[in-house]
């Protein structure tokens, strides 16, 4: 599932709370205590340090791409862009809430909170062999908010100034010293090469090569159809311990499919090497293949320890007919999750019922103590229900016949004022109750038919739009829908990116990932207690307060989620012996390296 998110993959790491002693300069910060890695660790324990570099890796996407830039609002960025670019700092995977030193080879977090500065390394350089400075990571973090995603402009809000204070340190001055997200979101800033972009419009799409500091550089690209990055062989980052063991690819390239079938097809084919399967009736039923039977193709489960987030159908609550939440309770009541994971996923997912579910982070049973000391104040101002009543989503027989949840998803409508005549749901004034679902996956077409049928019974018509990549990001970025489907995804620790989601002031910013139009006063009340949380006590009861009144408001329809990952391949990879816990969908294969022996059996075979 492809995620209505823009924060590129730098950015998706773990945002975090620091914990760091005064002035004094750290390889890496940790949330609690101190971070696993010291000073003089040579390599991550979930690499191969000694993994060989070379061959070629080919991946897959779907829809299509008009920017390598994926910083902006414009455009859709081709698969990985951000290889191209580093950060100050990077996140462990094996370790939750920890950063280490990239660019910046040490970071002081000011006594009182109030700043951060990074010392960067002396040889770091862009790929063009010009040096990166402090001037570049001012000028980095300036057009990222002037000019970059309008999420950037709400995640440095509280960023007053960045200025440089020596010869290779850089130091940022906030707004709020509460706000102990601040060092973390600092250092997670891409590096852009300021007199590479003279000249140029940072906002605009563009198919030229940008000039990173990173891994890789674009090498050839078609649009639309495919992109190839290669492994940059002066890069000055590759020993650093941060990046020992990883980046072992001469060449990534992924091809591009308008279909997910077509694309399963070209994976069986040979046409590309390594598939992540989101698709449940895919795995169940479409791998006894040749290939998997001959061993040349492997299947794996991985379990992952991330928070699932909340995929659902989004309601766009700007929509008069979505406005009153005993509809939008309606609309989930219509939902037959039991008979459509039997019938379309073999029973192998679980629905959702918390925007922070597969993890500690999810509200269960009733308030805690301290969710109650934050929550009280706002009686009367968020449902009832949230002090009375543990969330849990409707659930049927599986038998198909939802007659139970449908009446009480007619007897919700019918106290919102709408009547059931000739067979059609209309409001006081005639008008039908008539809605568009917009998707740009069809291999959600499956799971809405039946949904729609439901809604049908209650005399409600909707319809469903598969569109192309670029059309759906414009209409998700000027809010031209009534549904989608979409993800909210999450950390281990949230933070700042809540706003984006769900703050009042992002409801009409062009672009913003607060698709549903959230306008309350009771959630930016929670999710200020959220960002200015001063332990993880304190983070993880904001969280579920927050998670309840969201909950109860039925903004979202809940899909489901796994907490595993499945992927297939073919056999030509080296890895280490495990994935590191934390790992997000994109990190799997991070340290895979290519097996010359194993890439010699497989053509062969092939060749057959």
């Not at 101002?381 to 002090?387: G, L, T």
């Amino acid at each position: 599932m492809k995620s209505h998110q823009f924060v590129p993959s730098v950015l998706l790491a773990l945002l975090l709370v620091f914990c760091s002693p005064a002035f004094a300069q750290q390889i890496g910060i940790a949330l609690h205590g101190a971070p696993k890695y010291t000073a003089g660790f040579t390599h991550f324990d979930y690499v191969n340090p000694d993994a060989p570099k070379g061959g070629e890796a080919h991946f897959s996407a779907l829809q299509s791409f008009d920017t390598v830039n994926p910083f902006t609002l414009k455009g859709v960025s081709a698969a990985d862009a951000g290889i191209v670019f580093e950060s100050l700092m990077a996140s462990s995977l094996d370790e939750p809430s920890t950063e280490y030193g990239w660019i910046a080879q040490s970071v002081t977090v000011a006594p009182d909170k109030t700043w951060v500065s990074y010392k960067l390394r002396p040889e770091a350089k862009f790929s063009d062999g010009s040096p990166l400075t402090p001037e570049d990571v001012i000028f980095s973090f300036e057009t990222l908010r002037d000019k970059g995603h309008p999420f950037y402009r709400s995640y440095y809000k509280d960023v007053v100034k960045a200025e440089q204070t020596g010869p290779h340190e850089v130091k940022f001055t906030f707004r709020d010293a509460t706000n102990t997200e601040l060092p973390i979101i600092m250092g997670q800033l891409p590096v852009f090469s300021k007199k590479s972009w003279q000249g140029r419009d940072f906002a605009a799409t563009t198919l030229d090569p940008i000039i990173g500091s990173g891994p890789y550089k674009i090498d050839n690209l078609t649009q639309g159809r495919s992109i190839s990055y290669v492994r940059d062989k002066n890069w000055w980052g590759a020993n650093l311990p941060v990046n020992k063991g990883r980046y072992n690819f001469d060449r990534i390239t992924y091809d591009y499919y308008r279909d997910a079938t077509v694309a399963l097809e070209a994976f069986f084919a040979g046409r590309y090497d390594y598939r992540f399967e989101n698709i449940a009736k895919h795995w169940a039923l479409d791998y006894d293949t040749p290939a998997v039977q001959q061993g040349l193709i492997k299947k794996s489960v991985l379990k992952n320890e991330l928070p699932a987030g909340m995929q659902a159908w989004i309601i766009n609550t700007r929509r008069p007919i979505f406005q009153d939440k005993r509809v939008r309770e309606a609309l989930d009541d219509a939902f037959d999750f039991e008979w459509s994971d039997k019938n379309f996923a073999y029973n192998s997912y679980t629905r959702t019922q918390s925007f922070f579910d597969n993890s500690e982070l999810a509200a269960t049973g009733l308030p805690s103590p301290a969710e109650l000391k934050l929550l009280t104040p706002l009686r009367g101002k968020i449902p009832d229900d949230v002090f009375t009543t543990e969330y849990k989503e409707p659930v049927s027989d599986g038998s198909g016949d939802n007659r139970d949840n449908l009446q009480k998803a007619a007897a919700l409508l019918k106290d919102a004022g709408w009547t059931l005549k000739n067979g059609t749901l209309v409001d006081a004034t005639g008008k039908p109750f008539v809605f568009e679902v917009i998707i740009d996956e069809p291999m959600f077409e499956r799971w809405t038919q039946p949904w729609f049928r439901n809604l049908e019974r209650l005399g409600i018509h909707a319809t469903m739009r598969t569109v192309d990549a670029s059309q759906y990001q414009n209409r998700m970025n000027n809010f031209d829908f009534d549904m989608t489907v979409a993800v909210f995804g999450q950390k281990l620790s949230p933070g700042n990116e809540e706003l984006d989601y769900f703050g009042s002031t992002r409801a009409d910013v062009e672009g913003s990932n607060n698709l549903i139009g959230v306008r309350d006063p009771a959630v930016d009340v929670m999710i200020d207690k959220i960002i200015h949380a001063n332990s993880r006590e304190d983070l993880v009861a904001a969280c579920r307060a927050l998670d309840r009144i969201l909950l109860w408001n039925h903004y979202v329809i809940p899909e489901w989620h796994i907490g595993t990952y499945r992927i297939a391949y073919w056999d030509k990879f080296g890895m280490p012996p495990s994935m590191p816990k934390y790992a997000s969908q994109g990190a799997v294969t991070d340290g895979w390296w290519i097996d010359p022996a194993k890439t010699d059996k497989i053509n062969a075979a092939q060749k057959r």
